[in-house]
């Protein structure tokens, strides 16, 4: 009967396109939390990925030692003139930090937007279809990460935690094309602090743009830009990258600031999850919502 | 135990993809070339020719979805492309001998499709940000390169294994 199988066919391919479409809209839709059967598949994914990421990341650490190896003498040789100036540095900075806390016990400040945890994680996996820019890392919700952390390697910040599962969570880089992955930026030059925001990321020049910066602003050309801590989920000071280049936007109302990341975004193996101490805007209503509802 | 086989072969080419992953992208001609490994589908392509298509509707349907959630996040691509593509190849192997090679050629096709497949998606939901050129060039061609070259190392020893298999199935 080929009619009647025809129609099965037709009828399994339009069933599973229904299907295909609820569960694309479900996933696309803004979600605070993956559900519970996404954690467990990931978790256990994520187990068995943990253990594979072993010997792949032992060999590529024995190549790295191995290239480390043969520049070892320039290196020194730089490291040594650079052991002098740090010297000098450290007593500054012991000095400065002691003169701060003095200063905010005298105007009794106790939060700092500076001040945060680390959470150190190895990554595991890097999304293989590589349109997602986004890694996984062995370290989940019972490490204390939550959504929206930030995450930095030891040169810099690299992305912020999308979503999390017990024992892996998902990292959204900076490269990632996402509307909502905003970061609120600080570009320092010598006379003041310039504000803007990081919104995307140039592909054919593969630097992150800083938009949204006022067009009375002169910003220089390698001037650092680190995060603000304005946005209410990142702490402050830590380093996103250095200007290359500044434009004028389409309008001339804003102008775009090119920067290059500080960390690559490619070759990562260690990361470190930053959670931030000072409460954020949205903690500080929850709170006071918590004691409108206690009295 | 031969059961068992099949499974843990999956399983260990959907590990090893993560991890060829983190070579990419590199620097070759002047451009950044992506190179996308695709063996998962290699794997299932191939065991629907040489061992059972049925099986290799359900490898590709579970190993879809663990690669939906695990690393997209997005739910239901793979999960549908996988069997639709081996779906197709099966058709198209109606018509041709079943060579190696032919499987092999078949195979490339099959992940331009799926490649071009995914990239029109991410256009649509707003992922991706290239035109089709830049895909082309920092993308396709890198990608069919890098999974022929796991075809060339791979695709024999691959096949007679799953055609052994196969006979130890049929004689249980």
Known sequence: MPPFFMNKRLIVLLLSI???????????????KISWPEQFAKDIVGFGQNIASKPAGFTQGIIENVQDLTNTYSENQTLKARLEELVLLQTQVTDLTRDNEELRAVVEIEENLRDFNVVNATVIARNPDQWQESIIIDKGQINGIEKDMAVQTASGMIGRIKDTSQFTSTVELLSARNPNNRVSALIQSEESNVFGLV???????????????????????????????????????????????VSSDEYGLTQTAYVKPASSLYDLEHVMVIERTAAGQDEIEEDSQDEEEEE | MTRLILPILGIVIFYSESIFATFSPIEAYGETRFLVPRFLFLFILLLSVYYKPKTAYIYG??????????????????????P?????????????????????????????????????????????????????????????????????????????????????????
């Open chain 2, 84 to 172: 639709l593509l081996v779906y197709i190849a099966l058709y198209i192997l109606r018509f041709i001998n079943q060579n190696l090679i032919v499987v092999g050629l078949l195979g490339l096709f099959l992940i331009a499709l799926m490649e071009c497949a995914v990239y029109q998606f991410n256009m649509l939901i707003g992922v991706a940000g290239i035109d089709f050129k830049t895909f082309l060039t920092q993308r396709l061609y890198s990608t069919l390169l890098f999974n022929s070259l796991f075809l060339l190392l791979l695709a024999y020893p691959l096949k007679s294994w799953i055609g052994n298999l196969q006979h130890a199935h049929l004689e249980d």
């Open chain 1, 199 to 245: 919104e995307g990321f140039d592909l054919s020049r593969d630097e992150l743009m800083v938009k949204k910066i006022p067009f009375d602003q002169e910003v220089e050309v390698g001037s650092k830009v680190i995060t603000s801590g304005l946005g209410g989920v990142f702490p402050k000071d830590l380093l996103i990258g250095e200007v290359t280049e």
């Open chain 1, 18 to 32: 229904i299907l295909l479409v609820a569960l694309i809209g479900f996933s696309l839709g803004e979600r605070d």
């Open chain 2, 61 to 82: 349907f579970t190993f879809g979805l663990l690669y939906d959630v695990f690393f997209t996040g997005i739910i239901g691509i793979y999960m549908f492309l996988f």
